[in-house]
């Protein structure tokens, strides 16, 4: 499983957004993602048949400099036109308004169905075997982790290889804070925040703090402006 693990890092599912040496390969990804069958994430799929579907092509080109720039360098902030159009590309909707601080990493793109404004700080990941939807006005900061990727907890299905997927649920007006981490199948409530290092196994309700390994919710936020 470690051996197939890095094969899917290194060849798909550690996709870097911005890097100048990377602006072909994520282009090549996006189509790969989209003419892929059953990219939203088939129980069963293994991250080496995943990494096996990817042209070599994609794979060496996110490891190539561009234009002559060293690698995973991001383009500059005035490049606002060329940054539009891969955020337009990368996401299944959202990409139009969304900001990114790079790096940014996820598996596909297309299954992150964001609302308006959302904000990824820096070093984000998004494991969007299934979908992945982050309402309006949402503020991730740094490192935060989001996993809608998941494995059996019976050993003998793991050493198969089989893997599952169950989608994660952000509604709008939500902060979560840096180093926070999204396990698969949790929803979290509009207008909730979220501390930063939580560990969210379990469903968070709107309007509430809530914080902690395992995150629980503190008070209500109402409370927290008295």
């Known amino acids: 499983m470690a051996l197939q693990r890095r094969a899917c890092v290194a060849g798909y599912a550690e996709r870097r957004l911005f890097g100048e040496d990377g602006l072909l390969a994520q282009r090549e990804r996006v189509e790969v993602s989209r003419q ?9 799929r293994t991250c080496r048949e995943k990494a096996d579907s990817v042209p070599r ?11 002559g720039r060293a690698e995973g360098v991001a383009p500059r902030e005035g490049e606002q036109e060329l940054r539009r159009r891969i955020l337009l ?49 949402v503020l991730l900061g740094p490192a935060v982790q989001i996993y809608a990727a998941t494995h059996p907890t019976d050993p003998s299905m793991r050493r198969s290889g089989r893997e599952l997927a169950l989608p994660v649920a952000i509604g709008d007006d939500v902060w979560i804070g840096g180093g926070a981490i999204i396990c698969p199948g949790v929803t979290i409530g509009s207008s909730s925040t979220i501390g930063a290092g939580s560990v ?18 503190i008070r209500g936020c109402a409370e927290a402006e008295e």
């Open 36 to 44: 892929e069958e059953g990219h939203e994430g088939r129980p069963g």
């Open 89 to 137: 590309d990368l996401f299944g909707r959202g990409g139009d308004s969304v900001w990114m601080q790079p790096p940014f990493y996820c598996d596909y793109g297309t299954n992150i169905l964001l609302g308006q404004r959302v904000f990824f700080n820096f070093n984000c990941v998004v494991l969007d075997c299934a979908a992945v939807t982050i309402g309006a006005n």
């Open 200 to 217: 969210v196994t379990r469903d968070i309700p709107a309007g509430v703090i809530a914080a902690g390994n395992p995150c629980r919710v």
């Open 57 to 67: 092509r994609a794979i060496q080109a996110s490891h190539r400099p561009e234009n």
